[in-house]
């Protein structure tokens, strides 16, 4: 019960601290039509460029994401957000945003073709292959690694 309650001070805290910086950064709200602005004329333009154009909207699409991060980083960090903290904005996260949203990428091409296999997303559960290899595992080891293997199965 106490750690319920700590946990409940902490919610509180950081609730009322969200709120009071929310209160303070309420311009970067506006940011976001800015950034739809942004997106919606770059991807005007990229549409016509072809493949070309889908790298430079990805680019575009990275800038902007990493530049609402850095937003976000500067509340947190500094308190205020300021007009000159969104024109620098712009480049301070752009790779690491690309890193992730190629993973992403990646991640969207093989999917289908694991969802695909004879026992969908389960063929990569290991489950059955841990209870074969150890056969001597108790009653509740056993159903863990079940339950793993359920979870495999429905998703």
Known sequence: ???????LKIYR????????LA????????????????LKIAGNLSARL???????FS??????LGSFLYLVEMIVRTYKVSLNDFRNSFGQYL?????????????GLIAPAILQLPQGGSALNLAP???????????????????????????
């Open 1 to 7: 019960m106490e750690g319920l309650l700590i946990t």
């Open 13 to 20: 805290h950081v609730c009322l601290r969200a709120a009071t």
């Open 23 to 38: 209160a303070r950064n309420w311009p970067v709200l506006a940011t976001i039509f800015i950034y739809l602005a942004i």
């Open 50 to 56: 072809g493949i070309a154009g889908g790298f430079i």
């Open 59 to 64: 680019l575009v699409f990275a800038a902007c």
């Open 95 to 107: 790779w690491e945003v690309v890193g992730v949203l190629f993973i992403f990428w990646i991640l």
């Open 129 to 155: 292959a841990i209870l074969e290899h150890y056969p001597d595992l108790s009653g509740a080891q056993r159903d863990v690694v079940g339950l793993g293997m359920n979870i495999g199965a429905t998703s």
